[in-house]
């Protein structure tokens, strides 16, 4: 049911108000840039015909005014365009603030006339490349994003006696802070029964003060300044569960409706099982619902929540069974260098190049 709720809000032309603002200033932006660059191409244009391009991959976002000018370097160029689509940034359509709409409008105009002229229409996964075929016709492939999991095995950490680590990477905006101070609650109630775990978050998110009283209220909540690349493995490696969370809040589900969080593949790569927390109609839930590689908990009522924790945190095989479906499913949708090779060999096809 929860599902079809999110669908409705996300593809009806009243979801959400939340985007008014901010596409409005982006159509300013967009009508400026989109002369800048018109006037700016014949200075460009002497570098373009030395590099000669055959293919142009774009991603272009809500940047509208970037759709024209690759749109012409192509048509000058006979090049082909192969177009990633990573957000998404045309359904749904704002009611409420007419400015709002009118840009929303002209990203979805920009964005069919770009897939309508693309060689190739890519997309960040199985649920975004389905709602666009269904209500647009766009015809498009999943690519995923890409990590290194050759190296990657399932290993136990070594706990400390009764303690259990569950890790959290990454930003707390569009309120997954809300959703992980509610998961330190419900490890705070089951260690009232018995169970020591803790909730490591590692962050580069300003806190301010309704973060911080959310996320400090929990006695299980250990905060930590953000690491660079190359000391993710250690943070993941020094966990039992990783947690991916997204926020329950109406206006968030639509934004993140139809997107696949880039941690997700990092998760599944690392050797560990995931603990997943998050309205199920949406795609990153959806995504490792399917995988076989997550604890799931699409509710944060206490009486689903709780139970779902507690399975994670006390069965230390099946945990480690759901870490190798993970390295599975890693390997099948985003090892790098077998996504890469298909890749390159569409971009060469495209260019009637030889590998």
Excluded at 21 to 29: G, N
Excluded at 153 to 176: C, E, K, Q
Excluded at 206 to 217: F, G, N, V
Excluded at 230 to 259: C, I, K, N, W
Aim: one cysteine or more; proline letters at 3%; aromatic letters at 6%.
């Amino acid at each position: 049911m929860e599902a079809t709720t999110i669908a409705d809000q996300v593809l009806s032309p009243g979801a959400t108000r939340a985007l008014a603002s901010s596409q409005t200033i982006r159509s300013a932006r967009s009508a400026v840039l989109g002369g800048v660059l018109r006037l700016g191409y014949r200075d460009i244009r002497s570098w373009i015909d030395d590099f000669d391009p055959e293919v142009i991959f774009f991603s272009g976002g809500d940047a509208t005014h970037l759709y024209p000018l690759v749109v012409r370097i192509s048509r000058d160029f006979e090049a082909k365009i192969f177009s990633y689509v990573t957000d998404d940034y045309v359904l749904p359509l704002p009611a409420g603030n007419p400015m709002a709409k009118l840009a929303r409008a002209s990203v979805r105009r920009h964005f069919l006339a770009m897939c309508a002229a693309s060689e190739r229409v890519l997309t960040i996964g199985d649920k975004m490349t389905n709602v666009y075929r269904e209500q647009f016709g766009i015809a498009s492939t999943p690519l995923m994003n890409l990590v290194e999991v050759t190296s990657a095995t399932v290993a136990h950490r070594d706990s400390l006696p009764g303690l259990i680590i569950l890790t959290y990477a990454g930003g707390l905006h569009l309120n997954r802070w809300k959703t992980l101070a509610e998961l330190g609650a419900a490890l705070d109630r089951i260690q009232g029964r018995g169970t020591r775990a803790e909730l490591h978050i590692y962050t580069s998110t300003h806190i301010d003060s309704a973060m911080d009283q959310a996320l400090r209220s929990s006695e299980s909540i250990v905060m930590h300044e953000a690491v660079d690349a190359s000391q993710l493995r250690r943070v993941y490696e020094s966990a039992d569960l990783l947690v991916h969370v997204e926020s329950f809040e109406r206006s968030d589900q639509v934004a993140t409706y139809l997107s696949v969080s880039t941690k997700i593949p990092e998760y599944l790569a690392a050797g560990r099982a995931v603990l997943a927390i998050g309205p199920a109609g949406v795609a990153s839930m959806e995504y490792l619902a399917s995988s076989g590689a997550a604890y799931v908990a699409s509710s944060l009522g206490h009486d689903e929540l709780d139970v779902v924790v507690e399975e994670a945190v006390h069965d230390r095989e099946a945990r480690a069974d759901k870490a190798l479906r993970g390295l599975e499913v890693a390997l099948a949708n985003h090892e790098a260098g077998r996504s890469r090779a298909k890749l390159w060999e569409a971009l060469r096809d495209a260019a009637h190049v030889g590998a």
